[in-house]
C-alpha cells in the first residue's frame, strides 16, 4: 500500500508537485522546470520521503510527455486525472486560492482517495512511443542544432558570423 502520492500540475515550461502522505499532510510542494535534470531530481526528492510512491497528473500528452516518460523509466506509479475531474474536484477545496499548487494538491487528494482512475503504465502504446523518442532525443547525432534548423529562414551571412560554424546554403 503506498504511504505517499505525488500530484503534479501540467505546465508548459513548469509543473508544481505536491506530495501527500497518507492522512493528507502536506510533506512537499515544489514548481520544477520541465527538463529532465530538474524532473529527476524532483523524482530523487519524492523517493528520498518514501520509496513506495504514487504519482498522479492532469495531462497524459503534450507538454507532460518528458514527466511522463522520466516516471515510467524509473518504474513508477503512476495515474491519469482528467483535467475536467480536477477541476470539479477543486470546488471542494477551500481557502487554498487559485493556483498551480492548489491543483497538484488537488491531484494528489484525488490520487490517495479515488480507487477508480486510469493507470498508465510502460506497455501502453503511448508510453512506449514516449519511450523511443526520448531515448533518441539524449543522442547528439540525432539532435540537429538550432542554428541549423533556423539557417534556412534566415540569411546566411549574418548567421556565419553570429555563431560559431557556417550554415549550410541550399
Not at 35 to 59: F, G, Q, R
Not at 147 to 161: W, Y
Request: with cysteine; charged share 25%; aromatic share 4%.
Amino acid at each position: 500500500m503506498p504511504q505517499i502520492w505525488a500530484g503534479v500540475d501540467i505546465g508548459k515550461t513548469h509543473h508544481h508537485c505536491v506530495v501527500l502522505d497518507a492522512e493528507g499532510k502536506r510533506l512537499l510542494s515544489r514548481r520544477v522546470l520541465n527538463d529532465e535534470p530538474a524532473l529527476l531530481a524532483l523524482l530523487a526528492d519524492v523517493l528520498a520521503i518514501d520509496e513506495d510512491a504514487v504519482w498522479a497528473v492532469d495531462v497524459a500528452d503534450g507538454v507532460a510527455a518528458l514527466l511522463i516518460s522520466v516516471l515510467l523509466n524509473h518504474s513508477q506509479q503512476l495515474l491519469y486525472i482528467p483535467g475536467l475531474a480536477v477541476n470539479r474536484a477543486s470546488a471542494g477545496y477551500r481557502g487554498m486560492g487559485k493556483a498551480d499548487a492548489k491543483d497538484a494538491t488537488v491531484i494528489a487528494d484525488q490520487a490517495r482517495m479515488r480507487r477508480d482512475l486510469t493507470v498508465l503504465r510502460p506497455d501502453d502504446e503511448d508510453a512506449v512511443e514516449l519511450r523511443v523518442l526520448t531515448s533518441l532525443a539524449g543522442r547528439p547525432e540525432r539532435r540537429p542544432r538550432p542554428t541549423d534548423q533556423v539557417s534556412p529562414v534566415l540569411h546566411p551571412v549574418p548567421m556565419a558570423d553570429t555563431f560559431d560554424h557556417a550554415p549550410p546554403f541550399r
